[in-house]
């Protein structure tokens, strides 16, 4: 079992920053990947950036450029920038965690963090 803790959201306007974090605990040991979703009301939840424990990211096209993902395996944490941040980035943003053991690949999520962005 892995267990996620978010923190970092909050009201921004448009064009401003927010960092999110998330800390994981448990059994750490099995982490592989780590990202960021969201999902705004009445949508699906989305990828907005994963990054493995290489350090190879991946983005959705609609935040290159503006976020920017990081980890700390030290501290077993992931960590979302978020800059340029526009009315559309509002959603409830949750911390994965992409455990691999034994051939088996369990997802973990976090509680999810509220990022509202005015215009």
């Known amino acids: 079992q892995v267990q996620l803790v978010e923190s970092g959201g909050g009201l921004v306007q448009h064009g401003g920053s927010l960092r999110l974090s998330c800390a994981a605990s448990?059994?750490?040991?099995?982490?592989?990947?780590m990202g960021w979703y969201h999902q705004a009301p009445g949508n699906e939840r989305e990828l907005v950036a994963a990054?493995?424990?290489?350090?190879?990211?991946n983005y959705a096209d609609s935040v290159k450029g503006r976020f920017t993902i990081s980890r700390d395996n030290a501290k077993n944490a992931v960590y979302l920038q978020m800059n340029s941040l526009i009315p559309a980035d509002t959603a409830v943003y949750y911390c994965?965690?992409?455990?691999?053991?034994?051939?088996?690949?369990?997802?973990?999520w976090g509680q999810g963090t509220q990022v509202t962005v005015s215009s």
């Open positions: 990054i493995t424990r290489g350090g190879s990211t």
């Open positions: 448990g059994s750490i040991f099995s982490i592989n990947a």
């Open positions: 994965n965690v992409r455990t691999q053991a034994l051939g088996v690949t369990v997802d973990y």
